[in-house]
């Protein structure tokens, strides 16, 4: 009798583990774990990539680091600095040429003196000696809302 109640134990044990395997979901499971494992690497390279901005943030706090930026991304000078554009030169241009600039892609409006757009107390060149009038200047403003659009 003992035995038949042992064999019947385990027959029923054999039977209960394989229903938990059969309805267990091992695949989900899986697909889980494998889930975290993704975000787990993605969670770390933003982590990685915060630290860098975040010193990026504190470098741009250092007046220094952010005139160096507008020095070599604007070209901008701090005052009593002048700021002199040198161009290539050119196989093909001569030597005699009198407008070094003639040829230049860049529009002659863009080759101001970078010291007068910033210093106010650098004279800009005028026509006139006095300045230019009313409706000079303007036309002037007109222009320039003109090459915004």
Partial sequence: MIGRARLFFFVALLIAVVILVANFPVSALLQERSTVRTDSAQLAALQTENRALSSQLRALHDPATVGQIAHEEFGLVTPGERAVVVLPASAERSSQTSDPLAESPIPASDLLPSDALLDPSVPAARSAS????????????????HSLF
């Fill in 130 to 145: 006095h300045g230019p009038g009313f409706w000079h200047r303007v036309a002037d403003t007109l222009e320039f809302w």
